[in-house]
């Protein structure tokens, strides 16, 4: 069964760091794009930041940029999203996606 699992997520004051992974099972990441999405409370789901595992091209929303770095693992079956200078509005349930997979997601809750 192919799956995604992310981990990482957690409480943070305004202005701190957290380091999400997305790891895979039953797949690599070869040639194909990861995203991070999340979704706020009330608030629909946006796409955060994605990498293409074959030449590495990666992508950032605004509202993310220079904060977020996404990055492949050695293993090519995981992704990492460090992300730093965390806002309260950054304040989301985070989800790894490759294509229409899926995992349960990580909360994220930045306070002020």
């Known amino acids: 069964e192919m799956q995604l699992v992310e981990s990482g997520g957690g409480l943070v004051q305004a202005g701190g760091s957290l380091r999400l992974s997305c790891t895979a099972s039953?797949?690599?990441?070869?040639?194909?794009?990861i995203a991070w999405f999340r979704q706020a409370p009330g608030k629909e789901r946006e796409g955060v930041s994605c990498?293409?595992?074959?030449?590495?091209?990666?992508y950032y929303s605004d509202s993310v940029k220079g904060r977020f770095t996404i990055s492949s693992g050695n293993a090519n079956n995981t992704v990492s999203l460090q992300m730093n200078s965390l806002k309260p509005e950054d304040t989301a349930v985070y989800y790894c996606?490759?294509?229409?997979?899926w995992g349960k997601g990580t909360l994220v809750t930045v306070s002020s």
């Open positions: 996606n490759r294509a229409t997979i």
């Open positions: 039953g797949f690599t990441f070869d040639n194909y794009a």
């Open positions: 990498v293409k595992s074959g030449d590495g091209t990666t």
